[in-house]
T-cell receptor, first 113, second 119 residues
Framework: EAQVTQNPRYLITVTGKKLTVTCSQNMNHEYMSWYRQDPGLGLRQIYYSMNVEVTDKGDVPEGYKVSRKEKRNFPLILESPSPNQTSLYFC????????????FGPGTRLTVL | AQSVAQPEDQVNVAEGNPLTVKCTYSVSGNPYLFWYVQYPNRGLQFLLKYITGDNLVKGSYGFEAEFNKSQTSFHLKKPSALVSDSALYFCAVRDISGRYGGSQGNLIFGKGTKLSVKP
C-alpha cells in the first residue's frame, strides 16, 4: 500500500530535550515536505526537499532541522524544543511533477511543556 | 506572491442539501489548484485538482469544483451533502515561482473551512 508514515503519532516532551520525528514514504517520490498545522493558521510549510541531499526552508523553519540522506526518509529534528512548537505536524510527499498531488502522513501531535 | 483564501471559517449545511465551500486564489501565470479534506484525527486526503481543461473538475466522494478564471475562484461543491462529509477542507495553489523553477511546486494552503453537515 502506497503511504507516508510518521512516528511517533503522539509525543509529549519538555523544553530543550532534542527530538526527532521520522517520516518515510514507499512511493519513490522525489519531493518531500514538512508542515505544521495550528488553529486559525492552516498549514504552514517548515522545510521541503526536492531530492536526496537537496533541502530548503519553507515559511516557518526557525527551530527545526531536516535531512534527506535517503530518498524515502525525511526526518524532522527539533534540537531544543520550545512550547511554541507545540503543534500538529504533517509530512507529505509527491512525485516530481508540478501537477501531482501530495500524499500526507497521519500526523504527529507534539506537546512541549 | 501567490496566495489562496478561504473566506468562510465554517459552513453549515443540512444533510441532503447542496454544499459549496469557497476558495479564491491569486497567482502569476496558470494556476494549479487543489482541494484536500481532513477528517478528525487524520492526515489530509486529496480530493481533486485543476491543472487545465474543463472548468468543472470531478473528484472523490462525489465532490466537484468549478474553476472560474475571471473570478479567480475554485469553489468546492457537492449536490447532496452527507453527515459523513463533515470535516475540514483546504484549498491549495501550487507555487511555481520558487528558486528551483517550475518544478518546485510548493503548495500554498488556505486556512481551511470547517464543514458541518447536520442530519
Amino acid at each position: 500500500e502506497a503511504q507516508v508514515t510518521q512516528n511517533p503519532r503522539y509525543l509529549i516532551t519538555v523544553t530543550g530535550k532534542k527530538l526527532t520525528v521520522t517520516c518515510s514514504q514507499n512511493m519513490n517520490h522525489e519531493y518531500m515536505s514538512w508542515y505544521r498545522q495550528d488553529p486559525g493558521l492552516g498549514l504552514r510549510q517548515i522545510y521541503y526537499s526536492m531530492n536526496v541531499e537537496v533541502t530548503d526552508k519553507g515559511d516557518v523553519p526557525e527551530g527545526y532541522k531536516v535531512s534527506r540522506k535517503e530518498k524515502r526518509n525525511f526526518p524532522l529534528i527539533l534540537e531544543s524544543p520550545s512550547p511554541n512548537q507545540t503543534s500538529l505536524y504533517f509530512c507529505a510527499s509527491r512525485a516530481d511533477r508540478v501537477y501531482n498531488e501530495q500524499f500526507f502522513g497521519p500526523g504527529t501531535r507534539l506537546t512541549v511543556l | 506572491a501567490q496566495s489562496v483564501a478561504q473566506p468562510e471559517d465554517q459552513v453549515n449545511v443540512a444533510e441532503g442539501n447542496p454544499l459549496t465551500v469557497k476558495c479564491t486564489y491569486s497567482v502569476s501565470g496558470n494556476p494549479y489548484l487543489f482541494w484536500y479534506v481532513q477528517y478528525p484525527n487524520r492526515g489530509l486526503q486529496f480530493l481533486l485538482k485543476y491543472i487545465t481543461g474543463d472548468n468543472l473538475v470531478k473528484g472523490s466522494y462525489g465532490f466537484e469544483a468549478e474553476f472560474n478564471k475571471s473570478q479567480t475562484s475554485f469553489h468546492l461543491k457537492k449536490p447532496s451533502a452527507l453527515v459523513s462529509d463533515s470535516a475540514l477542507y483546504f484549498c491549495a495553489v501550487r507555487d511555481i515561482s520558487g528558486r528551483y523553477g517550475g518544478s518546485q511546486g510548493n503548495l500554498i494552503f488556505g486556512k481551511g473551512t470547517k464543514l458541518s453537515v447536520k442530519p
